[in-house]
Structure formats: structure tokens, C-alpha cells
């Protein structure tokens, strides 16, 4: 049962890591359409079902998944390990963050240019590089 509660959380990660890239990058645009507009309610529509969708039903099945797995592994005794929830946990607060962005563009409350969107979409990039740098190379016991 172990590697198929594997197989399943390597696909909620895929899933929630296409949906953490994807989503800000739809604000990018989202930014600079007008409010109210055609345009901005066909992305309120994309980014609501990205979001709800695949993104948090992924992000809940990746945790799930991943602490049965650490603790049937005996992972929490291990130093990379703890770094690798502190990663996941920053991949966490970033997911609400943009889900707080999500709201504010429903509510046609934007308060971001297209710029800041752009940066945000780097944040979950460099989170996963540590995450799976910390999972594969395992640095410190």
C-alpha cells in the first residue's frame, strides 16, 4: 500500500505544484484587463476552478499523503526532513496567498500591477527547487 500512497502523492504534488505556476500567471493577465469586463470575468471563472478545483483538493491530498508516508518512512526523526516542512509549509502559505489574491480579482478589488504578479510566480519555483533538493539529496542526515 506504501507505494501507491507514493504514486497518489507524487500526483497531488504535480497537480498542485501546475496549479501554484499557472495561477499567478493568470493574474499577470488578469491584471490588466478591465474590471467588470468580458475579459476579467472569463478569468475569475478560470483561476476560481483552478484554484478550488485541482489546486487545494491536490494541495490537502499532497498533505495527507506525505505525512502518512513520513511517518510509516520514520522521516521525523530526520533533519532534511524538518527543513522540507518548513519549505512546504512557506509552498502552504503561498497557496492561501494567492487564493487571497483570487478573492480581491473576484470582488474586482485588484490591488496589484501585472509586475507584482510576475515575481509571485517565482516564489513556488524556488520553494520546490529546496523542497526537492532536500527530498532527493537528503544534505544533512
Known amino acids: 500500500m ?3 500512497i507514493k504514486a497518489l502523492h507524487v500526483l497531488a504534488i504535480i497537480s498542485w505544484m501546475a496549479g501554484m505556476l499557472y495561477l499567478p500567471r493568470l493574474f499577470v493577465y488578469h491584471a490588466d484587463a478591465a ?3 468580458d475579459k476579467s470575468e472569463t478569468f475569475k471563472i ?3 476552478r483552478l484554484l478550488f478545483g485541482i489546486m487545494t483538493p491536490a494541495m490537502v ?5 506525505g505525512l502518512f508516508l513520513a511517518t510509516e518512512a520514520g522521516f521525523f526523526r530526520s533533519p532534511w526532513f524538518h527543513a522540507k ?4 509549509s512557506l509552498m502552504t502559505i ?3 496567498m494567492l487564493a487571497k489574491y483570487r478573492r480581491d480579482f473576484s470582488l474586482d478589488q485588484n490591488a496589484h500591477q501585472s509586475r507584482f504578479y510576475r515575481v509571485i510566480n517565482e516564489v513556488p519555483t524556488l520553494l520546490m527547487i529546496f523542497i526537492v533538493i532536500l527530498v532527493i539529496v537528503k544534505p544533512f542526515g
Open 2 to 4: 506504501y507505494l501507491w
Open 35 to 37: 474590471p467588470e469586463s
Open 46 to 48: 478560470m483561476e476560481r
Open 61 to 65: 491530498t499532497a498533505w495527507l499523503t
Open 85 to 88: 516542512l518548513l519549505f512546504v
Open 94 to 96: 503561498s497557496h492561501f
